[in-house]
């Protein structure tokens, strides 16, 4: 009786605000998740005194305004990974170590103004996987 008792309350405020949005109560979520874009993994060398230490692995996920402009980025994917790609060299040629934790706020900051100067409808840069490997 307590399950339902909780359950209750959600699924009413799940509907409620659903409704308020506009949104049928069972695609809430697929209307949010229309505006991320999934970027491929990213690899670059992390290189220390000219010698590869490791390689520094990144997962990018882009969210946008609107579907609209997912659309777009999706669109706009080969401009975004090569713009990515020399951020993250960048990154791992300055502030990379196989040996010590990634900084992913640096990341993030290093690589959010490089994908919004390659298209606008960037929201948000978020980094769901990261890693420094020794090589």
């Keep these: 009786m307590t399950r339902s008792t909780l359950t209750a309350p959600?699924?009413?405020?799940?509907?409620?605000?659903?409704s308020v949005m506009g949104v049928a109560p069972g695609h809430a979520q697929t209307a949010e998740a229309a505006t991320f874009v999934t970027m491929d993994e990213i690899s670059v060398p992390i290189v220390d005194t000219a010698r590869i230490d490791g390689v520094l692995r990144i997962r990018i996920v882009l969210q946008a305004h609107d579907t609209d402009g997912a659309a777009i980025l999706a669109r706009r994917m080969p401009e975004l990974r090569a713009a990515s790609l020399?951020?993250?060299?960048?990154?791992?040629?300055?502030h990379a170590s196989p040996f010590t934790p990634v900084d992913v706020r640096k990341l993030t900051a290093t690589l959010a103004p490089t994908l919004r100067g390659v298209d606008a409808?960037?929201?948000?840069?978020?980094?769901v996987k990261v890693s420094a490997?020794?090589?």
């Design 10 to 18: 959600a699924a009413f405020m799940a509907t409620a605000v659903a």
């Design 86 to 94: 020399a951020a993250a060299i960048e990154f791992a040629r300055l």
């Design 121 to 127: 409808n960037i929201a948000k840069v978020l980094i």
């Design 133 to 135: 490997l020794a090589a």
